[in-house]
Each structure stands twice: as C-alpha cells, then as structure tokens.
C-alpha cells in the first residue's frame, strides 16, 4: 500500500533554515508527481507547488518563491522540502501528497510540524 | 482569504442529511473539476470526491460530490459521528495554481 512518511517536528529560530523528508514506498516513486501543502495553525489548506518525480524539475505556486525550494533523491524514494530565512509566519503543519492529475491529491503524508521561534 | 468560498460551519445530527456549498469563479470551479478533502482531527486530509462526483475506493456512498457553473456541494447523507471533521473543496485555477476553499467544520449534534 502506497505510504508517505514525513520526517518528525521541527523548532527552529527566525533565520535559520529547515528540512523536511517524505519517504514514499509501497509503488514506483516516479509514477506519482509529489506536492506539497501547509496548514497554518488552526486555518485551512494552501497548495505550495509540485515536483516532476521524473524529472525533477519543480513549480511553485504563488506565494512560495524564493524561499522554498523542493528536491529528490529518487535513489531513496524521498522528497524533501527546504525552508530557508524563516519567520514566524512560516510556523505551520508541512504535508507531502502524490497526485497523478493536478489537484487530486491520492495519498498525503502525516505532516510535519515546523515552529519558527525564538 | 481563500479563492473558493465556504461556509465556516455546518452541523447535523445522526442520520440527517448535510450539504457543504463551494462557491468559485470562471477561472477555476467554472473551468475545472472540484475535489474534495476529509480532515479528521489531529490528521492529514483524506481524498473523498475526485472530478466532482467520484468517490475514490473505500469512501461510503453516504457521500456524494455535485458541481454546477462555478459552484461545488457536498453532500453527506445518513450523518454519522465519525464524519465530524473538517472539509475542504479544491480545484485548478487558470491562475496556474491549485486553489482550496476555506474550509467547512462539521459537527455531528
């Protein structure tokens, strides 16, 4: 069965950066393209991009340039998200999900906690 | 705020019927297919209704998706306890993203 498994919490201080895994197994890693979504504390969804599990090449949704770049290392069948400069607006529940069509996410991560505080 | 509107909160009580409303635009619910998400608490969303009206294997037929111009309903019949969650509408927009409705907190009385 197809499983995603996110790295643990994260508590990091403005400024620095962070890194968070997603590890699939249970299907071909490459046959489902990866997103990635937040959740702020207590509100809703926000689509941040996706990643070419083929051939890595990655799009970021508005609002997440710059800052937020994805990668893969397919020999480990692992997606990584990396945060750098963060603020506290960046405090919010990360989730890994694999989609086959844009928009319908199949199967999503536990989610990883990231804690910008100083 | 969000592109796709939904209502903040709906309640129901066991057996009822409830439906969630996800209002958008041309560029996206006019133009594209609807999705909807399953947020149990203290858990990653769910897929529950793909292109408006499918349900993913497993997903009880209690529920149902619907889409009509630029407008998306949820309905969830034969309420349950376990269907307290929190619900999400998304869809494509021709902005090149995907957008997500607010969200919809359902309470089972």
């Known amino acids: 069965q197809v499983q995603l498994v996110q790295s643990g919490s994260e508590l990091k201080k403005p400024g620095a950066s962070v890194k968070v895994s997603c590890k699939a197994s249970g299907y071909t890693f490459t046959s489902y393209a990866m997103n990635w979504v937040r959740q702020a504390p207590g509100q809703g969804l926000e689509w941040m991009g996706w990643?070419?599990?083929?051939?890595?090449?990655?799009t970021y949704a508005q609002g997440f340039t710059g800052r937020f770049v994805f990668s893969l290392d397919t020999s480990v069948s692992t997606a990584y998200l990396q945060i750098s400069s963060l603020k506290a607006e960046d405090t919010a529940v990360y989730y890994c999900?694999?989609?086959?069509?844009?928009?319908?996410?199949?199967?999503w991560g536990q989610g990883t906690l990231v804690t910008v505080s100083s | 705020q969000s592109v796709l509107t939904q209502p903040p909160s709906a309640s129901g009580t066991p057996g009822q019927r409830v439906t969630i409303s996800c209002s958008g635009s041309?560029?996206?619910?006019?133009?594209?297919?609807v999705n909807w998400y399953q947020q149990l608490p203290g858990t990653a969303p769910k897929l529950l209704i793909y292109s408006n009206n499918q349900r993913p294997s497993g997903v009880p037929d209690r529920f149902s998706g619907s889409k009509s111009g630029t407008s998306a309903s949820l309905a969830i019949s034969g309420l349950q306890s376990e269907d307290e969650a929190d619900y999400y509408c998304?869809?494509?927009?021709?902005?090149?993203?995907?957008?997500f409705g607010g969200g919809t907190k359902l309470t089972v009385l």
């Open positions: 990643i070419n599990t083929n051939t890595g090449n990655p």
């Open positions: 998304a869809a494509w927009d021709d902005s090149l993203d995907v957008v």
């Open positions: 999900a694999v989609s086959r069509i844009l928009v319908k996410f199949d199967y």
């Open positions: 041309s560029s996206n619910i006019g133009s594209n297919t």
